[in-house]
C-alpha cells in the first residue's frame, strides 16, 4: 500500500503564492505519475498538474505560467508551486499517484490509484 500526506495549504491574498507538498510513503512503484487535482464546493474534482518519473509535465491551460510541478525523488515527495493565485484557484487540493507509461503523464482521475486525504487552498480578495 502507499500513502500519500498533502501539506502547505491555507489562506493567501488574491496574488500571492503558496507551495503544496506532498510526501508518498509505503510501497512506492516505478514508473509513476504523481498529480495534483483540485475539487471546489460543488464542482467536480479537476485536474491541475502532473509530473512522471521521467520528468514530464502536463498542467491545464488556466495554471500554466503560474504553477509549477517538481519532485524530490529521494524523499518521494511532489511539490506544487503556486503563484499569482486567484479566486478560482480556491479548492481542496489532492495529490494521486498512479502507473506510469510512455509520453505525458496522465490527467485522468481514473488512471490514479492512491490519493491524499487533501489540503485546503482558500484565497481572499
Do not use: H
Amino acid at each position: 500500500q502507499v500513502q500519500l500526506v498533502e501539506s502547505g495549504g491555507g489562506l493567501v491574498q488574491a496574488g500571492g503564492s503558496l507551495r503544496l507538498s506532498c510526501a508518498a510513503s509505503g510501497r512506492t512503484f516505478s514508473p509513476y505519475d504523481m498529480g495534483w487535482f483540485r475539487q471546489a464546493p460543488g464542482k467536480e474534482r479537476e485536474f491541475v498538474a502532473a509530473v512522471s518519473s521521467r520528468n514530464r509535465t502536463r498542467y491545464i491551460d488556466s495554471v500554466k505560467g503560474r504553477f509549477t510541478i517538481a519532485t524530490d525523488n529521494a524523499k518521494n515527495t511532489v511539490f506544487l508551486q503556486m503563484n499569482s493565485l486567484n479566486s478560482e484557484d480556491a479548492a481542496v487540493y489532492y495529490c494521486a499517484l498512479g502507473r506510469g507509461y510512455y509520453g505525458l503523464p496522465s490527467s485522468t482521475t481514473g488512471t490514479y490509484d492512491y490519493w491524499g486525504p487533501g489540503t485546503q487552498v482558500t484565497v481572499s480578495s
